[in-house]
């Protein structure tokens, strides 16, 4: 088994593929196997990836999907399912790695941790002196830009401060064309979650979830480099992340650390849950909801807070309060449902909803959603279990 497993996306650009795929045969380190992860190319790139294949001493493998969209969390995780590297390095089909890239991931890899690098970004007119040639012969390397140098090496210094006082721990930004990640650590979280379509916020969901889970992030900014070439704009990329059509799903507040919708498909009944409030309405809600109660060694993904005191243990993922009216004062409640309330928060991608009322979000509210019936009864219980399967 190879020890990296190198992602590799591309979509239609056999262009800036072939340059990416001439980086990586030039690596120093040579362990390595690579997946050409395809969002449902032409035939053009399969023959770049075919003629590559032939020429080179590692394993390449092309994993194509229908193009359906900008799906390119689907596409990455076909190349972790396919993965057999105790370590996935993550590389975008616009990005060439330097010689050292995948050394230093090797070489800086923790089954504990993750690395998370950067690129240095190259104007069109620069792209273009990019070529096979200089990219075999080291000129391509030899003088990267002064500015974007300087820019990477500030932003790793800023990164180390952040980190080491305490304010930001969870730094750095993960970006999926320069990052790796013990392959153990994806099948934890499953995968890359589906839900992202179109560009942006994906990779840093799946650093989120991955510190949930307790893995640590480390950086390899400014160590394993390489460089971005040109290229215009993508469609659905509209100048920032917080205009990405991603947005309001990735900051609503609450997530599962095992994403439902990534390398597997995952039902309800394998959320596991832990029920609190009165003995009947429990036994009534265990039933018509459908989670299975975590046991006594397992984690707490959902926590299920019945009746009208609500107050989550703080010690599940996601804490979801049903009740028959909106509780004066919840705590610790993500998800509230009960009969009268506005839809509020808890956005899906490309969704936007008013914010929660300011007398709940003051407690912590992340998200409001209305029941029918009386909320606890099997009508409003029903409805529930809808809303649990759109939103976890």
């Not at 750095?172 to 916020?201: A, F, H, K």
């Not at 606890?376 to 029903?382: C, M, Q």
């Amino acid at each position: 088994m190879p020890a990296l497993s190198v992602i590799l996306t591309t979509y239609n650009k056999p262009q800036d593929l072939v340059r990416s795929l001439e980086g990586l045969r030039g690596q120093r380190f040579r362990d390595f196997e690579v997946l050409v992860c395809d969002d449902g190319s032409g035939p053009e790139t399969k023959a770049v990836i075919d003629a590559f294949a032939a020429s080179v001493d590692f394993p390449v493998q092309h994993c194509w999907q229908e193009d359906t969209g900008f799906r390119a969390a689907a596409s990455r995780n076909n190349g972790i399912r396919a993965a057999r590297g105790d370590t996935v390095v993550f590389l975008d089909g616009d990005c060439v790695a330097l010689p050292d890239f995948l050394e230093r991931h090797a070489e800086r890899a923790d089954p504990a941790g993750f690395l998370a690098g950067e690129r240095w970004l190259l104007s069109q007119e620069e792209a273009d002196a990019v070529s096979v040639a200089t990219i075999a012969s080291g000129e391509a390397f030899a003088a990267p830009p002064a500015r974007e140098v300087k820019r990477v090496k500030k932003i790793r210094r800023k990164d180390g401060f952040y980190r080491l006082t305490g304010l930001k721990p969870e730094r750095p930004r993960l970006m999926t064309c320069n990052c790796s990640v013990p392959r153990q650590r994806l099948l934890e979280v499953n995968g890359i979650d589906e839900r992202y379509e179109g560009w942006g916020m994906e990779d840093e969901d799946l650093r989120r979830r991955l510190v949930q889970q307790g893995a640590r992030p480390d950086s390899v900014i400014a160590e394993a480099n390489c460089l971005h070439l040109w290229h215009p704009a993508d469609d659905t990329f509209l100048g920032t992340r917080r205009q990405s059509p991603n947005w309001n799903y990735y900051v609503r507040g609450f997530q599962l650390s095992r994403c439902r919708r990534g390398l597997v498909a995952r039902p309800l009944s394998e959320v596991r849950a832990r029920y609190l409030g009165p003995s009947e309405l429990v036994s009534r809600a265990r039933e018509e909801l459908g989670l299975p109660e975590a046991g006594a060694d397992e984690p707490v993904e959902v926590e299920i807070l019945l009746g009208d005191e609500l107050r989550a243990s703080g010690q599940a993922e996601v804490s979801v309060g049903i009740a028959s009216a909106a509780p004066a004062r919840p705590r610790g409640v993500d998800l509230l449902l009960a009969p009268g309330l506005e839809v509020g928060g808890g956005e899906l991608p490309t969704e936007s909803h008013p914010e929660v009322a300011p007398s709940l979000a003051g407690a912590g509210v992340k998200a409001t959603r209305p029941l029918p019936g009386e909320g606890t009864d099997a009508l409003g219980l029903t409805a529930a279990r809808q809303l649990l399967e759109a939103l976890l």
